[in-house]
Nanobody, 120 residues
Framework: QVQLVESGGGLVQPGGSLRLSCAASGSIFSIDVMGWYRQAPGKERELVATISSRGTIKYADSVKGRFTVSRDNAKNTVSLQMNSLKREDTAVYYC??????????????WGQGTQVTVSS
């Protein structure tokens, strides 16, 4: 069984910073992509940032220049440094890990979610 443990959420003022971390453990076949998604009240879950095993990174347009995603392949961890936070960033943030099980596909694992609230 694969387990994801998230940490770092909380309350921050607009313009402030937070760092989210996620550690994967258990029976992992092969991790391909790790990243973060978020869901605000009344909205669909959206991609925030992902990073592949080769280091290829994708960001949502709304966070480019403000957020930085990184990973440690040896430790199976992924982090999200969030700077210049806005009220619009308020959401539940979910860690995601995509594992390749065969050449035909893979499996997705999700963290329990951590609340990030940006408010003055």
């Amino acid at each position: 069984q694969v387990q994801l443990v998230e940490s770092g959420g909380g309350l921050v003022q607009p313009g402030g910073s937070l760092r989210l971390s996620c550690a994967a453990s258990g029976s992992i076949f092969s991790i391909d992509v790790m990243g973060w998604y978020r869901q605000a009240p009344g909205k669909e879950r959206e991609l925030v940032a992902t990073i592949s095993s080769r280091g290829t990174i994708k960001y949502a347009d709304s966070v480019k220049g403000r957020f930085t995603v990184s990973r440690d392949n040896a430790k199976n961890t992924v982090s999200l440094q969030m700077n210049s936070l806005k009220r619009e960033d308020t959401a539940v943030y979910y860690c995601n890990v995509h594992c390749v099980t065969s050449m035909f596909g893979g499996l997705d694992y999700w963290g329990q979610g951590t609340q990030v609230t940006v408010s003055s």
